[in-house]
DNA sequence: CGATATACCTCACCTGTCAAGGTATCTCAG
DNA sequence: CTGAGATACCTTGACAGGTGAGGTATATCG
């Protein structure tokens, strides 16, 4: 179960942004959603998480602020930015172009099967 | 132009066992053949076709022999085994259940824009 | 007080891609 | 004959992203 990591490997990125377009959030959250997304077939690594964080702020796609809540653990949210949204449409249509490319290569030989 | 190498990652293997499917091929065959198959918008690296080659012998997927041909250069020839086989189905099915998946995690607003 | 959930973080390791380099043979133009 | 180009193979080292394992801190509930 799960995808395999060299399956996921080069959209990650992608998936965070996506979720940030929809507002700031952070980190344990977006891991949240994903796995509802997926009906809690897929959730990605808190490492992988966190990671992909420091390579999309220094990148300029994403920036990040602690939030001040009264109490309990504190969070640290993240905005795309103006570059992260070109980045976003941009790998979308690189991921696109992909899965139909790589279609093509494979292309099985009949639907079912 | 091209995959991103970090999209494709994981799909190589895949490619090279739906090709061998089709009967015995050699590794320059089977590069020319995805070029095409691709109208030249994507190829294998040679780096990344030979140590697929190497890590799928080693797995029992495929397994090779050199040909026989009177003149030119030599050529290696490539069979996919029955286990071989197998890996190939299954992968196909995680490509489409992975597909599947990142589209749900990336869900786009609308369907044009 | 200990367990559980929330919430963050880092380090060392593994694996697959790829640039760069190499070898050898054949064909064809000049 | 010589050199270029295509065919055909291979290896090495660097690089990047994912991940297991470890760590910190706070709040809640039994």
Redesign the pocket.
Known sequence: MSIA??L??????MMILAHLLEGDS????IN?SIRMRTGDRFE?????L??????LEQQGYISSYWGDEG???????YTITAPGRKAYIASVREWENAKALIDSIIQPKSKDE
Do not use: H, V
């Open positions: 990591s060299d996921i490997r080069g959209t990650t990125d952070y980190g344990y959250d949240k990605l690594k808190e490492a992988t966190y990671t992909a964080f420091r390579r109490s309990g653990a504190r969070r640290r949210y």
